[in-house]
């Protein structure tokens, strides 16, 4: 793995992007999630809460099915 120097990159990708003024460069991780702004804690803060969120309904929709096959 090679090094990178962080600085020279963020350099000339502002370099870069700077010649057309109309793109904003955002940063997101690997699931769309973006991460431009955020602190450590932060990020994982909101992570958590959409885990759980995602589960709730999981579980809700899990209940549906079951009340359904119950009812025929």
Known sequence: MKYIDCQLLEMSLKSTFNLSKK??????????????????????D????????????????KQERLKKLKSK
């Open 23 to 44: 793109k904003e460069i955002s940063i997101k991780d690997k699931y769309s999630q973006s991460v431009k702004n955020k602190t450590f804690d932060s990020y994982w």
């Open 46 to 61: 909101d992570y958590h809460y959409l885990e759980d969120l995602s589960m709730s309904e999981s579980i809700r929709q």
